[in-house]
């Protein structure tokens, strides 16, 4: 499972983009409410704002440009007060631009890509092996917005002669890219991942009686109950696309015989929602396996912690493979249902029995 913040890292890392300390020291003077720091981009979790040695906060005190630099006071600060900030500065990108990079390479990494039971590949399902080529596409994108930049420099020409060739930098990154984009082709197609894999198509036949598509279903184990899943190939060859999903998805794994519980947040206040969880073979399916007991942990207008959790009894006899979800009701209004969390349960059998 990759995680955010260690893909982040591995880009700072691959574009040498990496945080440095800072401190700057200035004097008020009664009129002046913006200052530069002079550093930039500056990281704002890690920025301490001082007035004559009181902390000040954010933003009822200041607002920062962290692109920038800049520091903008809500009051200015009085004559000859000492203001002192201090904190990390990075080279090129704030964590919110490395973020953006990180998505759009996470998005186009997993492009229409399932995982061996359809679910859509997220960061948090990508294997461990596939993280480098992940930061090294995301790489390729701080590399792009850097020669953009660099784009607009032009070179100077000094009357004694000497030039400055600052086109130059734009070259480099330009030479730079390149060859990323190759080491990232090369990742790819050996590990068949990426924008780089080979991609297989279904061909639909068509009825010599009826003159129509013959339907296609996902393949299945021979032990599998479930329903066969009908897919809808598209005649462009590009495979299967992933169902939508409206819901959260999560998927168990639980040992049988075990006691099994888990916590979710639900960034709102439920106390005002009967939660229902409930385990079945396939979905819609009229053989119910177990029914969770939902626990309200805490509640607060802005977080809910839940725990979802089954007794050893009830994973006593449980399928290796089934469906399960969360839903909400809401206790005024018997019309509203909401499915947040959705996903499959994989029972591990035991060994050690009693």
Known sequence: MALLANLISRVRLEIGDQASQFSYTAAGDGSTTTFSIG???????????????????????????????????????????????SGQNYRYFTDTDITTF????????????????????????????????????????????????????????????????RAQRYQQLSSIIQQRWEQYRLLCSQLNVGLWRIEMGTLIRTSRTTNKYVPIYMGQEVDDSRRPERVYVNNDLTGRNPALNYGQVYDITM?????????????????GYVLTAQMRTYPNSPSLYATFTVTTLSTSPTLSKIQVSLTKS?????????????????????????????????????????
């Open 39 to 85: 550093k930039y981009p500056v990281d704002p979790s890690t920025l301490y704002v001082t007035i004559n040695g009181a902390a000040q906060a954010t933003p009822a005190n200041y607002t920062l440009e962290a692109n920038l630099g800049v520091i903008h006071f809500v009051t200015a600060p009085s004559l000859n007060a000492v203001i002192a900030v």
């Open 255 to 271: 040992y049988q015989g075990d006691s099994f519980s888990v916590e979710f947040d639900f960034p709102f206040d439920t106390s």
């Open 102 to 165: 990180v998505s759009d390479a996470v998005n186009q990494h997993t492009y229409n890509r399932v995982d061996s039971y359809g679910s859509q590949v997220t960061i948090g399902s990508i294997p461990a092996v596939e993280e480098y080529p992940v930061a090294v596409l995301a790489s390729i994108e701080a590399l792009w917005a850097l020669a953009t930049d660099s784009a607009f420099d032009i070179n100077i020409t000094a009357p004694d002669g000497v030039v400055i060739p």
């Open 314 to 354: 009830a994973t006593a006899y449980l399928p290796t493979r089934a469906f399960w979800d969360l839903q909400a009701t809401s206790t005024t209004d018997p019309n509203y249902e909401q499915t947040y969390i959705r996903g499959q349960v994989f029972t591990i059998q035991q060994v050690t029995l009693d």
